[in-house]
């Protein structure tokens, strides 16, 4: 890993880098090892935990990079493979703790379950669902009441500088930080001449958006991501295939434009 390298790619994982179906990134091993020849970097993004991703980040090949947790709420530094421990999490449990019962209770987070809790709503292993656990930044969870309720319960969190934010299954508790203001802080420290943003969902648009080019890597088995800043003027692309398969081969172009 060096500073100023020539190219730094912020890629999404599943749906993105790894197979909806499969988790699996070897349709991607061209580009990868072309990005590896090259000398550029490669910062996974996603909701994981640094527990999740660390192992996965090491097997590609990019452990010499930082990767962006829990959806931007932390960095796993690069090299480091042991779980993250930060005062952060058990914060959060106690404003969650000290919240109005009848509000409490319409919320049920990761750590309120164990792990076969996990699994059951997540749809992961149970193996990962322990992996998924090991939260250092945020608290995902399920909301089982209405909106009225869920803007009093926000309103309550904001109140302590925490941030709620919906997503497609979960409400997740942080304080503050998402993908973008990560892209923003490691684009800031590497200096890269250029910067590629990856990503197929709504919590992607920011990261898309903020990076020199941004990919959207199609996705099947989701609506399609609205029209994006930029995209008119060719800033945003779109991949025709999905997952790895897309990433390899918007990666490939790409870096084949910029070599040009």
């Known amino acids: 890993m060096t500073d100023c390298p020539r190219l730094l790619i912020f890629s999404d994982l599943d749906g993105t880098l790894l197979d909806h179906q499969t988790y699996q990134w070897t349709a991607a091993c061209d580009a990868l090892e072309a990005l590896k020849a090259d000398g550029a970097g490669v910062v ?128 997740t508790l942080s304080f503050g930080g998402n993908k973008a203001d990560r892209v923003t802080e490691l684009t800031q420290h590497y200096r890269p001449r250029h910067t590629i943003a990856l990503g197929d969902a709504p919590n992607d648009i920011k990261m898309l958006e903020t990076a020199d080019i941004g990919v959207v890597v199609i996705n099947p088995h989701s609506a399609p991501l609205p029209v994006l800043q930029g995209e008119d003027a060719g800033k945003i692309i779109r991949t025709k295939e999905a997952g790895p398969k897309g990433w390899n081969a918007a990666v490939l172009s790409l870096m084949k434009q910029l070599n040009d």
Request: charged share 20%; aromatic share 8%; proline share 4%.
């Open 44 to 171: 996974l993004a996603s909701s994981k935990t640094a527990a999740e991703i660390a192992p996965l980040r090491e097997k590609i090949g990019f452990q010499d990079w930082p990767a962006i947790v829990e959806n931007g709420a932390g960095l796993l530094p690069a090299g480091v493979t042991t779980t993250l421990k930060t005062q952060q999490y058990d914060a959060l449990r106690a404003v969650l703790a000290g919240m109005p019962a009848s509000l409490r209770a319409l919320f049920t987070g990761f750590g309120d379950l164990d792990a076969t809790g996990v699994a059951a709503i997540t749809g992961l292993s149970q193996d990962a669902a322990v992996l998924a656990k090991m939260r250092a930044f945020s608290e995902p969870g399920t909301w089982s009441g209405g909106a009225q309720e869920l803007d009093q319960f926000m309103n309550h969190l904001a109140a302590k500088e925490i941030t709620a934010q919906r997503g497609g299954r979960f409400v």
